[in-house]
């Protein structure tokens, strides 16, 4: 039975948006998408804060994909707070990001980042790893977040 949890893309970049968007189209990942275009929107999704207020804290998305150059907080700080929470500790969060710094890289698997991806530039390339990436932690991957997710 395929993955019905949502997505959670974190993108401020609506070209990069639409592109990752229409990669997981072509790559027939069919789960929803929600899109949050800065840190302050990812973490109100999270926590089911603001405009998410009345949103199921307990019903996480199956993954969250996170750019790092986001507006408000940056993706590092979601991160820490994704962390720090007992109810998103253990959530897969993929970094998906065009930034090239080896101290954004260490930061990110240091505060707890399953994987780092930058975006490769061609489309080809960047639809196939989207393809692996949904695959991977949609179909593939056993996660602990159902253990807990009981618990609340």
């Known amino acids: 039975m395929p993955n019905e949890r949502p997505i959670l893309l974190v993108e401020d970049n609506p070209d990069d948006e639409a592109l990752t ?3 997981l189209s072509k790559n027939r990942i069919d789960n929803p998408v929600v899109v949050a275009h800065d840190g ?4 109100d999704y999270l ?4 405009a998410y207020s009345g949103r199921k804290v307990e019903e ?11 507006p408000r907080i940056d993706g590092l700080e979601v991160l820490r707070r994704i962390r720090a ?7 897969p969060v993929v970094i998906l990001t065009t930034s090239r ?11 707890g980042a399953n994987s780092y991806i930058r ?4 489309y080809d390339r960047f639809e196939r790893a989207i393809g692996l990436l949904g695959h991977y932690w949609l ?6 977040d159902s253990e807990l997710r009981g618990a609340y």
């Open 21 to 23: 968007l229409c990669a």
């Open 40 to 43: 302050v929107e990812a973490v």
């Open 47 to 50: 926590f089911a804060n603001g």
């Open 60 to 70: 996480l998305p199956a993954v969250v994909l996170l750019d790092l150059k986001l």
């Open 85 to 91: 929470d007992a109810r998103t500790a253990v959530l």
């Open 101 to 111: 710094e080896n101290l954004d890289l260490r930061q990110a698997y240091s505060l």
């Open 119 to 122: 975006k490769p530039v061609d």
């Open 139 to 144: 179909d593939l991957n056993e996660t602990a």
